[in-house]
């Protein structure tokens, strides 16, 4: 069973979105499995503090090595890896999905406030990753998405209801456009193709659509697609 250990200040808004349909018919089901660690648990003074201000000045709070050592040490075991939500992190994408789903347990470390003391990260070797460059306020909402890209690559968890495999950035391309009933609507007809029943055809002009839309939308993209062709 593929596990998510998070760790976080706030547990009370987990399994929140991650409960909904399909993913919480498998949180049942013990397809997956979510454990919410509440960092604040391994504070030792009597008012729980778990930040400080930063030593050289600057705004901010930063969440305590001590602390947080104390978290993740009581509650990891050996092996497994730790990802702490960063916006100064490796880029989190469709292949780093694919890694994590395959890890029996993983660890992600929520943030808040300005981070967290630098020292945690070598003495526990911890992984950065980010979600994009831009800031949130709190790395929860960046364990969501991380979670929710995993789970849909967990068998049994979409079941046969999702082709993986057609999906964007599975072939290094965005995929092409789909349509489902009416067949007409607002006087807009399905594109022709689609209809023809003949399989190859339909591949084929689906092929040139993800290359279409790839080559217009994320030129980064289709210059890596162009590089492995020729390879
Ligand atoms: N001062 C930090 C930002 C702190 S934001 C800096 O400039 O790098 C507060 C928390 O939100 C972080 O500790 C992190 O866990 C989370 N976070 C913010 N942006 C993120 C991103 N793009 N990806 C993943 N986590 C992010």
């Given at each position: 069973m593929w596990t998510a250990r998070v760790f976080t200040l706030?547990?009370?808004?987990?399994p929140g979105p991650l409960n909904k349909g399909l993913y919480g018919k498998a949180l049942e089901k013990k397809v997956w499995n979510l454990e919410v660690v509440?960092?604040?648990?391994?504070?030792?003074d009597k008012h729980k503090t778990v930040d400080d201000t930063p030593f050289g000045g600057g705004s901010g709070m930063l969440l305590k090595p001590d602390v947080l050592g104390k978290s993740i040490d009581s509650n990891i075991k050996k092996g497994e890896r730790i990802f702490y939500l960063s916006p100064k992190g490796k880029k989190f994408d469709q292949k780093i999905a694919k890694e994590i789903s395959e890890e029996k347990t993983i660890n992600l470390i929520c943030g808040h406030f300005?981070?967290?003391?630098?020292r945690i990260l070598s003495t526990r070797n911890i992984e950065e990753i980010s979600i994009g460059d831009y800031i949130l306020s709190g790395g929860e909402s960046a364990s969501f998405v991380v979670i929710d890209v995993v789970l849909r690559l967990l068998?049994?968890?979409?079941g046969n209801k999702i082709?993986?495999?057609?999906?964007?950035?599975?072939?290094?391309l965005l995929e092409y456009p789909q349509y489902t009933k009416p067949q007409i609507w607002e006087k807009q007809s399905v594109p022709e193709v689609l209809l023809s029943g003949d399989h190859a055809k339909i591949k084929d002009w689906r092929l040139s659509q993800s290359k279409d839309i790839t080559r217009r939308r994320r030129p980064d993209l289709w210059k890596k697609y162009l590089d492995k062709e020729k390879k």
């Open positions: 706030y547990p009370e808004i987990f509440n960092i604040r648990d391994s504070a030792e300005e981070g967290i003391d630098e068998p049994g968890v979409l082709s993986k495999d057609e999906e964007s950035f599975e072939n290094g």
